[in-house]
């Protein structure tokens, strides 16, 4: 028979139970408290006044020439093209059905269209004569593609994990809806950024933990790594900020959202976004962590706190030495376009670490893997006494304090090395595998040994 991986952890005795019930449930209640008293009532309204309708339609002819002669231009040359026509099927809208023409889409990012291309339309309205309009090519549509990327997405994740994939993707719903329902909104109501962020991050981790993990005590001691982590980033984000005096302004998009609203607090938006941006990652080690512990003293009962401590720790190590480049790859990624833009920078290698944008990465990553290596020996040192607490409880109640240890259910006796290595040593009393005619063991012999 093969191993059951989906087997259940060992029950946790109810003394450690009401421990952990008295600890988690409190923090619990409080975070939910907390939510409640920094939901966002009156959150500023989308002005979409100003915006051109959009409709759908699809590309059927494309016809491209060459540019026509500028002002700006040499004599004789053109404009930057391409330059023609293309022709698009509108799909809604009040020329639903008919045919439009729009040049083609040109300059910086503008896209590159084909014959049977589903693209949007926008409407533009001439400001000098309010009743004539045109109609641009602004992007492809993108809804068919994402949606099939998203369904094989789920369909990976309850294939390889069954009902714990399903389990996740709930609990990654949660997180989304956690986000966009209360900490954005309490952000651009004018909400404290740090405040609302480490509420949100506590919500999204009990939420998400249990619900893919269960309720257990394995779980519990999972949520108490990741807390305690996330509290120990808030305040390294803090002082790190203070000490590098970050302003938040370090990126275009801050002071872009600095001119639409400005009673957002862009410095306390940064700690915010260290915040959430470590919760994936401590939330992964920690629960990692203590699943490894449970798991060691599963498979050797006889391993003492300490040693379970250890050996743990060990499979830390090598899970933190890869995250930790994880995150700085992450962050690297997501900023590549302006790194490049750095590197073609005239200034000195030294100004330009120290410049604000790549200041706030380096925090960043720093503060976010510092969180990172604490979460390790915190859930660590909680699993390993959790567990331990629970072996010494069951064997306190059996009674009998000189009594052996017992045997987990389904493994194997445990025998003395010496009397293993005599009986391995020893000669053999007499042929017990018949043989046959030609001095070869006979092949319908039983090879059931007697142990």
Known sequence: MGADHNRPAPSTPPRVRRILVATVVPLVVLTVVAALLLWPR??????????????????????????????????????????????????????????????????????????????ILVELTDPADPTASSYNIAEHQRGKPLVWLVVLFAAAIVAF???????????????????????????????SPLLVAIVGAALIMFVVLYLTHGVTAQTSVAVLGTLGSLVLTGVLGTLATAATHLTGYGSEDATTLSMFQA??????????????????????????????????????????????????????????????????????????????????????????????????????????????????????????????????????????SDAPARTPEGSRPATDRAEALRALTAPRAGNTSPATSTGWPDPDRSTDAAW
């Open 42 to 119: 009156d959150t500023p309204g989308v002005d979409q006044a100003t915006d051109p309708p959009r409709y759908h339609g699809t590309v059927t002819r494309v016809v491209t020439e060459s540019c026509p002669p500028t002002p700006e231009t040499p004599e004789g040359g053109g404009a930057e093209g391409p330059c023609g026509t293309v022709t698009v099927k509108v799909a809604d809208g009040p020329d639903a059905g008919q045919e439009v023409q729009t040049p083609v889409p040109t300059g910086p990012g503008a896209p590159t269209v084909a014959v049977g291309d589903e693209i």
């Open 161 to 191: 994990g069954r009902w714990r994939g399903l389990a996740a993707l709930a609990g990654l719903a949660a997180s989304f809806a956690i986000l966009l329902a209360f900490v954005l909104p309490g952000i651009s109501g004018g909400g």
């Open 263 to 400: 009673d957002v607090d862009l410095h306390g938006l940064l700690l915010a976004g260290i915040i959430i941006g470590s919760l994936g990652v401590l939330d992964d080690v920690t629960v990692t962590q203590a699943a490894t512990v449970t798991e060691l003293a599963h498979a050797n009962p006889g391993l003492s706190r300490l040693q379970l401590y250890r050996a743990a720790t060990r499979v830390g190590r090598a899970h933190i030495a890869s995250t930790v480049n994880t995150i700085v790859l992450a962050y690297a990624g997501a900023s590549l376009p302006l790194l490049l833009l750095l590197t073609a920078d005239s200034r000195s290698v030294t100004q330009i670490l120290t410049s604000e944008f790549l200041a706030q990465e380096i925090v960043r990553s720093a503060v976010a893997t510092l969180g990172l290596i604490a979460a390790v020996p915190l859930t660590t040192a909680l699993a390993a006494l959790v567990t331990t607490a629970g072996r010494a409880t069951a064997r306190t109640g059996d009674g009998d």
